[in-house]
């Protein structure tokens, strides 16, 4: 089967518009009957389970371009069934455009539930009180915006809320130990 690189493109591109972005009309037969209309069915079969094979290892393992580059290398290198460097270059060409773009559309597949969308905060200074105490003690107003991750055009839920300098010292801190744990989670 010829390979030239235009045709191992389209089957790229293909491939990732049916398995990543849900375009299911994109089936093994129309891939066939539009880039590889000479091949027999047993090559077509096995080039696509080999390129759907190396695009999941790479998307799975999220590489930059230079783990990238040693597992082309590594692909290049193998006796049978050795990657050609035309080939490795239509790979590192395809994960240079769409690695952001695959990676995005994964995280959005992966999350479920409502999702913060925006916060806003500020502070305020009590001026008038009916205690003398209760004056110039400060508050901070939170508002945040919640709303449903796969439905953006749906309308949010604002929740609105006032805390004072302890409660606020309170949640500070919560934060600091989330902070540090995700920190020590990340060193591991």
Same mark, same amino acid.
């Given at each position: 089967?010829?390979?030239?690189? &235009? +045709?191992?493109s389209?089957?790229?591109?293909?491939?990732?518009?049916?398995?990543?972005?849900?375009?299911?009309?994109?089936?093994?037969?129309f891939?066939?009957?539009e880039i590889?209309?000479n +091949? #027999?069915?047993? !090559?077509?079969?096995?080039?696509v389970?080999?390129?759907? @094979?190396?695009? &999941? =290892? $790479?998307? #799975?393992?999220?590489?930059? $371009?230079?783990?990238?580059?040693?597992?082309?290398?590594?692909? $290049?290198?193998?006796?049978e069934?050795?990657?050609?460097?035309?080939?490795? =270059?239509?790979?590192? &060409?395809f /994960?240079?455009?769409h690695?952001?773009?695959? @990676?995005d559309k994964?995280?959005? *597949?992966? $999350? /479920?539930?409502?999702?913060l969308q925006?916060?806003? /905060?500020?502070?305020?200074?009590?001026?008038?009180g009916?205690r003398t105490?209760?004056?110039?003690?400060? +508050?901070?107003?939170?508002?945040? *915006?919640?709303?449903? @991750? *796969?439905?953006?055009d &749906?309308?949010?839920?604002?929740?609105?809320? !006032?805390?004072?300098?302890?409660?606020?010292?309170d949640?500070?801190?919560s934060m600091? !130990?989330? !902070?540090? *744990?995700?920190?020590?989670?990340?060193?591991?």
């Open positions: 089967m010829a390979d030239d690189g &235009k +045709s191992l389209a089957l790229l591109n293909g491939l990732t518009r049916r398995i990543y972005y849900g375009e299911e009309e994109l089936t093994d037969e891939l066939k009957n590889y209309p +091949s #027999s069915e047993e !090559e077509f079969e096995h080039l389970n080999k390129t759907i @094979h190396l695009m &999941k =290892n $790479m998307v #799975s393992a999220d590489m930059d $371009m230079t783990q990238l580059e040693m597992f082309l290398t590594a692909q $290049m290198k193998k006796r069934g050795a990657m050609t460097e035309q080939q490795a =270059n239509i790979y590192r &060409k /994960w240079k455009t690695k952001t773009k695959i @990676h994964i995280v959005a *597949q992966t $999350m /479920w539930g409502n999702t925006k916060v806003s /905060w500020r502070i305020d200074l009590k001026s008038q009916r105490e209760e004056i110039n003690t400060s +508050s901070a107003i939170m508002e945040l *915006q919640i709303g449903e @991750h *796969q439905n953006k &749906k309308l949010t839920e604002v929740v609105r809320f !006032e805390m004072d300098e302890d409660k606020l010292k949640v500070l801190k600091q !130990e989330i !902070e540090e *744990q995700i920190d020590q989670y990340c060193k591991k």
